[in-house]
Structures are given as C-alpha cells and as structure tokens.
C-alpha cells in the first residue's frame, strides 16, 4: 500500500505570492500516477492536476505540478484570493488509491 | 458536461445497511471508471472503492473490504455502493467520482456528496 504524506500542513501567504506544496509518496509512482485536487469548505473536490504535471480542463496556467518517482509538487505562482483551499494529492498507480492528508492554503 | 447525482444516504444504526446510488448523465457512462471516496466531518478524503469502465475489475480500502460492494448498471448510467456492517467510524459525506478513462483512477467529475450518519 503506497502512503502519501503531505506537506506543510497549512500555508498562509498573501495574493501574488508563490505557493509550493509537497507529496511524499512511500513508493515511486510508476507512470507519475499523481494527480492534485482542490477543495473549497462545501464544496466537492475539483480535479487539478493528473499525470503529475498535466493540468485538468478548464484550470488556470499559475497551477502547475512536477515531480516524479517518489517527490512530487504543486506550484500556484500567483496566488489569488480564491485558491484558499485545502489541496490533496492522490496516487491512482495502484490499488488502494490513496489521497495524502492535505495542505491548507490560507490567503492573508 | 458530466453530471453526477449521488442518493441514498441517511442514518442507520451500527450494524446496520444502506445501499448508496449515482445518476449519471452527460457522458458514455460505461467509458469511464468510476470510485466513491468519502470525507469524514471535518477529516480529509478517503477513498473507499473504484470500479473499472465494465465492472470488470472492483478494488476497495482496507478499511471497508468485506463489508462495502461496488457496482454498476451500464443501462441505467448508475453506480452502487451497497454498505453493510456499518460502524461509527462509516459517518462521511459520500462522493462519487467519475474516472479519466475506462481504467483511469483520477477523477475529474464529482458529484456533490451524500451524507451517511452511523449512530445508535
């Protein structure tokens, strides 16, 4: 079972500020199987990223992801105010397809 | 556009059985894979079960193996989640999801949730 952990588990940063989130995975992803969700208070999870760095339709060019193997990061480049949200990763290389614990982002 | 409308949630007591249902429309629903991945009040999400494009292939946590069934009626564009055994621990706003691909497991349509309550 591959494990994702998360981290900081919270960012406060201010609009126009630079935002990188990290995803540790217990076990290289084969196929950069990672993908990054948004979650708003109330709201469903919205698909961001797939494929480590591919980004989902309709989602904005200051979102971006890399990484491979093990490490893996979403980059916001200019913050707006509403990105603050609670971001996850989820590996879907291999059953269980787990999501890591999240990163909230707080917009000062 | 992708719709999905997830039913069939409510209070049960521990022990007891509820059988959770999504609507689709708006794409081929026997394309595509799809999961259900729950959210505890006030906890991160957990995915809980995923099933390939024809049901062929059924995958589950560990943490519901043996007492949660996946399902799916390609005529009916509608996805299962028959829970029995239900503990405490079960309560969690329920989502269905829908898959990239017929066995893509990263979900880019959710539906808006469904929520379980577990208690005596």
């Known amino acids: 079972e591959i494990v994702l952990t998360q981290s900081p588990g919270t960012l406060s940063l201010s609009p126009g500020e630079r935002a990188t989130l990290s995803c540790r995975a217990s076990?290289?992803?084969?196929?950069?199987?990672l993908a990054w969700y948004q979650q708003k208070p109330g709201q469903a999870p919205r698909l961001l990223i797939y494929?480590?760095?591919s980004r989902a339709t309709g989602i904005p060019d200051r979102f971006s992801g890399g990484g491979s193997g093990t490490d893996f990061t979403l980059t916001i480049s200019r913050l707006e105010p509403e990105d603050s949200a609670v971001y996850y990763c989820?590996?879907?290389?291999?059953?269980?397809?787990?999501f890591g614990p999240g990163t909230k982002v707080d917009i000062k | 556009e992708a719709h999905l409308v997830e039913s069939g949630g409510g209070l049960v007591q521990p022990g007891g059985s509820l059988r959770l249902s999504c609507a689709s429309s708006?794409?081929?629903?026997?394309?595509?894979?799809m999961t259900w991945v729950r959210q505890a009040p006030g906890k991160g999400l957990e995915w809980v079960s995923a099933?390939?494009?024809?049901?062929?292939?059924?995958y589950y946590a560990d943490s519901v193996k043996g007492r949660f069934t996946i399902s799916r009626d390609n005529f009916k564009n509608t996805l299962y989640l028959q829970m029995n055994s239900l503990r405490a621990e079960d309560t969690a706003v329920f989502y269905c999801?829908?898959?990239?691909?017929?066995?893509?497991?990263?979900?880019?349509?959710w539906g808006q949730g469904t929520l379980v309550s577990v208690s005596s």
């Open positions: 494929g480590a760095s």
């Open positions: 099933i390939s494009a024809s049901g062929g292939s059924t």
């Open positions: 076990q290289s992803l084969t196929g950069s199987h």
């Open positions: 708006g794409f081929t629903f026997s394309s595509y894979a």
């Open positions: 999801a829908k898959g990239l691909g017929e066995f893509l497991y990263v979900f880019n349509y």
């Open positions: 989820q590996q879907y290389g291999s059953s269980p397809f787990s």
